[in-house]
């Protein structure tokens, strides 16, 4: 009997004990640049953007004095934060003029002061300040606007109707969009 009790007590304090170590265990941080992702239908095929978004945080983003230039691919910009930013398509594109076959690509961008380019590279799978130009797919000029607003988080957006479509870039104050067609 005395072996019972005794047995008892021991498994009763080991689960207080248990139940109090879980509820001083530390809370998990997000992350600085979350996972995101945009998705469309453009001519009856998927096409996604996956990529990490990063936040301005009081910071100068773009320019001779902006923290872009920090980056190891500067002047060309990973287009997002962490991993390589992809793009899959699961049809042929045209985007702003260049033919994109069904598959998997990165996205880079060039943003210049006379108006920025995207860049669709053919290597996927690293991380995003791995950058290659010899993989690039080629590259066109993007559409620049003004958010009505400071873009705190950088966000893409996918739109698509019928056979065409936006891929749209947004971060700062800067907006630059190119436009997809399906062949």
Do not use: C
Request: aromatic share 6%.
């Amino acid at each position: 009997m005395k072996l019972n009790r005794v047995v008892t007590s021991i498994l009763a304090g080991a689960a207080v004990a248990g139940v109090a170590v879980a509820q001083d265990a530390p809370k998990k941080k997000a992350a600085a640049s979350p996972a995101a992702e945009a998705t469309a239908t453009i001519g009856g095929k998927a096409v996604s953007i996956k990529y990490s978004a990063p936040s301005v945080k009081g910071r100068k983003i773009f320019g001779a004095d902006g923290i872009l230039k920090n980056d190891p691919t500067y002047p060309v910009w990973r287009a997002g934060a962490n991993n390589a930013t992809t793009l899959h398509t699961e049809g042929d594109l045209m985007i702003g003029g260049m033919h994109v076959s069904k598959g998997d690509y990165t996205l880079y961008v060039l943003p210049e002061d006379a108006g920025w380019k995207l860049i669709v590279n053919k290597q996927v799978g690293q991380w995003g300040t791995v950058y290659q130009v010899a993989q690039d797919l080629g590259r066109v000029s993007m559409k620049m606007a003004k958010p009505a607003a400071a873009v705190e988080t950088l966000k893409y957006t996918l739109t698509g109707s019928g056979n065409k479509g936006t891929l749209t870039l947004e971060w700062d104050n800067f907006s630059a969009s190119v436009d997809i067609t399906s062949m």
